[in-house]
């Protein structure tokens, strides 16, 4: 066998066993060995992964098998306690440095650097780009440079963070380390200021792509938004931790109150409330069972608890983006998770009168109209909603996901070809440039005098839609875009183009529903079969459950770190359907690494022959 592939598979075994031994997994999801093996080879990489897909593993475990300690910058200051507990908790040597440590602990941490003592650091990035711990680095043994939210160094998005753009400097002064870079998001633009901007030419790039299968996506139209919620949390949450968010600080003081006078445990969080309540709130959130916070979108970055079962819009979300980073929050750990939202008029309003109030350049304010259409598309559609969604990411391959509201109770349609025909033909006659609403009227025939400029009112499509009206004619077009029939030539001046089943639908050649305005009239279908969070159905097993739970909490509490850093909820499902009662069993729990093993196994199968004889 050649050299380097009887080393790679050499590595393979030892991650494997490292996989094993500390983090008490059986297998690597999905690219997971190949970046790791590219890493502990020398090699750079870019992965682009959805949040929940195990990221992480990437860089800590290449720490542990390379030589030296594993350097990780990260922008989320509030997450690298977590982040450090959760590894110390598996026996990995770990330690952080940021503007929370006070002198002396930072020193600490630094002595330990140069001593060799640590297999990890989390270093926020401003603190890594000051000379001194610069200095510090070149006299420290470096396995790897883990870059965590590295979409944070593009202009693109929401996150930019200036001192990312210098992380290049890490290449420059460390040329031999490897370098990987990691995010949840990243449409084209951005991955190619990652690659530009962090110089990773030469990294291997993973992406996995940005389905999240387990998070059931749901929309309902506006009628009583807090009695919609109520009966979804009852039904299906009735004890689950989740979020809740709500456009205005007002609302989400009132639907907290509810919530409690109703029974919940639920606390508000936004930017009007003292910092040290919204972080007693989310501190609570953390390390408290079944709590929901109430909250406006000032709540959730950095927030990586794994058991968050449901995330509920009671207000229409900014955009799609925005969307499926907030709902994104729930379901981390894998196991089927709720995205619940109900959208009404007003809402649509509300986000209008933000986009034409604000102080946007025209380029932008197009964008913005561009994506609050794209967003009422998928709040319309009566399609899968998951191949919307994702097809607004750049992923337009996936079948009908089976686990959206539309897919498992598809909603009563309409015939839509003769409407998306007119439509369609309104845009291609009119060459391909114009926006809605003056599509919308050639549609109806208005012989306004810019149609009659442009000499619109002699083409043959105009008037022929006036059977309906303006608002039905915009959800058309919406729907249109949703489903990829059109699209918006943002590029250009935003009007509406052809897509690549354009053709296909204006020849007769594709089916194309829109969903029906009349309610069905059949009972809602039963949602909350395979959502609920019980690991069983049976009372015993539940009992057992919630028995564990109790432990894991007191044993939490006593170390003052969040529940699941001690065990996830995934782990003492296993636990409740195994029984183990020795510890030759208990370790092949996944999630049971060595040295919980050692530091819990007994307190747990303890509990577990309790509960069983
Ligand atoms: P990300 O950073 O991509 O959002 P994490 O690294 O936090 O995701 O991982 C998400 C969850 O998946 C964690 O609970 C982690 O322990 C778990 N996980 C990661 N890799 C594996 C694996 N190979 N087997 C089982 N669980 C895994
Ligand atoms: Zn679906």
Not at 308 to 318: S, W
Not at 380 to 389: H, I, M, N, S
Not at 454 to 481: E, M, P, Y
């Amino acid at each position: 066998m050649e050299g380097s592939a009887a080393a790679s598979i050499a590595s393979q075994d030892r991650a494997l066993e490292v996989l094993r031994s500390v983090f008490g997994y059986g297998a690597f999801r999905r690219e997971q060995a190949a970046i790791i093996d590219r890493v502990v080879a020398g090699g750079d990489a870019l992965v682009l992964m959805p949040t929940g897909g195990g990221k992480s593993l990437c860089y800590q475990i290449p720490a542990l098998l390379r030589d030296g300690m594993g350097v990780v910058v990260s922008p989320l200051i509030a997450l690298m306690k977590d982040q450090v507990d959760a590894l110390r908790q598996a026996g990995v040597r770990a330690a952080y440095l940021n503007s929370t440590l006070t002198p002396s602990q930072a020193d600490e941490v630094e002595r330990d650097m140069r001593q060799g003592k640590l297999d990890l650091v989390y270093v926020a990035p401003e603190r890594l780009l000051a000379p001194r711990c610069l200095e510090l680095l070149s006299r420290c043994k470096i396995a790897l440079f883990a870059i965590d939210e590295a979409h944070c160094v593009s202009q693109w998005g929401h996150d930019f963070r200036p001192e990312y753009l210098q992380l290049r400097i890490l290449h420059e002064r460390f040329p031999k380390v490897p370098r990987i870079a990691l995010t949840a998001t990243a449409d084209g633009p951005t991955r190619n200021d990652i690659i530009e901007r962090l110089v990773l030419g030469d990294a291997n790039i993973f992406a996995v792509g940005f389905d999240r299968p387990n998070i059931r996506y749901r929309v309902l139209a506006k009628r009583e938004a807090k009695s919609q919620l109520w009966a979804f949390l009852r039904s299906e949450h009735p004890s689950d931790a989740g979020i809740v968010y709500c456009l205005s600080r007002r609302k989400v003081e009132e639907v907290a109150d509810w919530l409690c006078a109703k029974g919940r445990v639920a606390l508000p969080y936004h930017a009007g409330l003292d910092a040290p309540i919204r972080e007693r709130n989310q501190d609570r959130f953390l390390k408290e069972e079944g709590i929901i916070i109430v909250a406006t979108v000032a709540f959730g970055m950095g927030i990586d608890k794994p058991n968050v079962r449901f995330v509920a819009h009671l207000d229409l979300p900014k955009n799609l983006e925005a969307y499926y980073q907030e709902t994104g929050r729930s379901g981390r750990d894998g196991l089927p998770a709720n995205a619940f939202m109900t959208y009404g008029l007003t809402d649509i309003r509300t986000l209008l009168r933000f986009i034409d109030g604000a102080d946007f350049e025209e380029r932008q304010r197009r964008i913005e109209h561009h994506k609050l259409n794209a967003l009422l598309g998928y709040c319309e559609t009566a399609t899968c909603r998951r191949q919307v969604l994702l097809a607004y990411f750049g992923e337009r391959d996936h079948q009908p996901c089976g686990n959206c509201d539309n897919c498992l109770e598809p909603p009563r349609v309409l015939d839509g070809v003769k409407a998306a025909q007119k439509a369609l033909s309104a845009v291609i006659r009119t060459g391909e440039r114009f926006g809605v609403g003056h599509l919308v009227d050639v549609l109806l025939g208005n012989s306004t005098e810019h149609i009659r400029k442009l000499g619109h009112h002699q083409l043959k499509t105009f008037g022929v839609g006036s059977d309906l009206d303006r608002k039905r004619w915009r959800s058309i077009f919406r729907q249109l875009v949703a489903q990829g029939h059109l699209e918006v030539d943002v590029e250009g001046h935003g009007g509406l183009k052809f897509g690549k089943t354009g053709w296909a639908v204006l020849r007769g050649q594709v089916p194309v529903v829109f969903r029906s305005e009349t309610k069905t009239a059949r009972r809602p279908a039963d949602f909350s079969r395979d959502t609920a969070s019980d690991p069983s159905s049976s009372a015993a097993n539940d009992k057992l459950f919630q028995a564990l739970r109790a432990l894991r909490s007191e044993l939490a509490r006593e170390q003052n770190v969040p529940p699941y850093v001690i065990f996830h909820d995934t782990t003492l499902m296993e636990m409740v359907r195994r029984k183990p009662t020795d510890l030759l069993a208990m370790s092949d729990i996944p999630g049971v690494g060595r040295r919980k093993l050692d530091r819990y196994g007994a307190a747990f199968i303890a509990a577990i022959v309790k509960s069983v004889t």
